[in-house]
C-alpha cells in the first residue's frame, strides 16, 4: 500500500512562488509515475503536472507550462511542484498521485493512489 502526503500549501500573493511536496512511503517512490492534481471550488478536478518513474519524462498542462516544474527525489521518496509566477486562478487544492505505471499519466482515473490534498490560495 501507498501513501501520499501533500504539504507547502499556503497563502501567496499574485506573482509569488509556492513548492509542494508529496512525501511516499509504503513503497519505494521509484516504481510509480507521479502526478499532481488539482481542485477548485466549484470545478472538477484537473491536471496539473506528471513525471515518469525516473523523471525523464514530464508533462505539463497547458495553464501552467512554463510556469510550473514537476520534479522528483526518489532517494527521499519525494514528488515536488515547483509553482513560479502564480495567479489568483491557481487557487486550488492540490493533490499528488501514484500509479505503478511506466506512463506518467494526464487522466486522473489511471492513478491508484492518491494524498489528501493541500490547499494553495493565490491573492490577487
Known amino acids: 500500500q501507498v501513501q501520499l502526503v501533500e504539504s507547502g500549501g499556503g497563502l501567496v500573493q499574485a506573482g509569488g512562488s509556492l513548492r509542494l511536496s508529496c512525501a511516499v512511503s509504503?513503497?519505494?517512490?521509484?516504481?510509480?509515475?507521479m502526478g499532481w492534481f488539482r481542485q477548485a471550488p466549484g470545478n472538477e478536478r484537473e491536471f496539473v503536472a506528471a513525471?515518469?518513474?525516473?523523471?525523464?519524462?514530464?508533462y505539463y498542462a497547458d495553464s501552467v507550462k512554463g510556469r510550473f516544474t514537476i520534479s522528483r527525489d526518489n532517494a527521499k521518496n519525494t514528488v515536488y511542484l515547483q509553482m513560479n509566477s502564480l495567479k489568483p486562478e491557481d487557487t486550488a487544492v492540490y493533490y499528488c498521485?501514484?500509479?505503478?505505471?511506466?506512463?506518467?499519466?494526464?487522466?486522473?482515473?489511471?492513478?491508484?493512489?492518491w494524498g489528501q490534498g493541500t490547499q494553495v490560495t493565490v491573492s490577487s
Open positions: 509504503g513503497r519505494t517512490s521509484s516504481g510509480y509515475a
Open positions: 498521485a501514484a500509479d505503478a505505471s511506466a506512463i506518467p499519466w494526464r487522466d486522473e482515473v489511471r492513478y491508484e493512489y
Open positions: 513525471i515518469s518513474r525516473n523523471g525523464g519524462l514530464t
